[in-house]
């Protein structure tokens, strides 16, 4: 486990960039797991502004979006695939033959979800994913009791969740989500959690100095071969390591 603490949302932004950047510096057909949210924003316009100023090919990547509302098309303005083409697959010219995507409106969902985990299996798994983390602990939308097994599926959205998400919108959003499941994201060769803002300084203290537990599904990544977590001071705020170079192999910019 690396820790990287950052001063800010800036610098957090480009270290995430960097190390999806060096992933695809060494594999240019690398499998890409990569949320939505807030968090990443800076880190993918960092990104696109690299592919834009031809510092950085994307094109050959495989992106697959780790989440999607339930019964919400891949077209509409609500969809998180949608978000994540309009803020990197799109600005970084990636084709859409090499984008994977839940159709959240699919006729036989859960159907869609397992032809999404075989993808990923029979490509070889993912070779990096990037997650944010919920207040309540979620990645990607993983919510709490989720199995560290769990397979790509459909879930019950939290109301927490449900009221986080409507913030995205200003809208209500459906009560069911589909999430990639903690079993693919934790079989991935590297895993970068990022997170910023005080607000996310219990769910990632929980997640990273509390147990293992299936009710804060981000200790799972204490488990994860090769985590990185890149977290704004604010986020960091109340973890108890020492920041000096102490648990857990901080590299810290602060
Ligand atoms: C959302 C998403 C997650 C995201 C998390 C934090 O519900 N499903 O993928 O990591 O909550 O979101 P944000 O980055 O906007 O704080």
Known sequence: ?????????????????????????????????????????????????????????????????????????PDNYQSLYQWLNRVLIEPCGIASERVNRIDGSAP???????????????MGGLDLV???????????????????????????????????????????????GITVGL??????????????GSKKAYALKQALEGPVTSEIPASYLQLAPQLTIIADREAASLLTIDKEGGFPCPHSSV
Request: charged share 20%.
């Open 1 to 73: 486990m690396k820790l990287m603490i950052t001063k800010d949302y800036q610098e957090m932004s480009l270290l995430a960039a960097e190390a999806v950047e060096s992933v695809v510096r060494r594999k240019k057909n690398a499998l890409l797991g990569l949320t939505t949210g807030n968090t990443p924003i800076g880190m993918y316009h960092a990104l696109a502004e690299k592919s834009r100023a031809g510092e950085l090919n994307m094109r050959e990547t495989h992106i697959f979006s780790m989440e999607e509302y339930l019964g919400i098309p």
């Open 108 to 122: 036989e969902p859960q159907l869609a979800c397992q032809v999404f985990d075989r993808t990923i299996e029979s």
């Open 130 to 176: 990037v997650e944010g983390i919920g207040t309540n602990g979620h990645i990607g939308f993983n919510e709490p009791m989720s199995p560290p097994d769990s397979p790509t599926r459909i879930v019950a959205l939290s109301s927490e969740t449900q009221t986080y998400n409507f913030a995205y919108w200003d809208e209500l959003v459906p009560a069911h």
């Open 183 to 196: 079993a693919a994201i934790m079989k991935a060769k590297e895993i970068v959690l990022i997170a910023s």
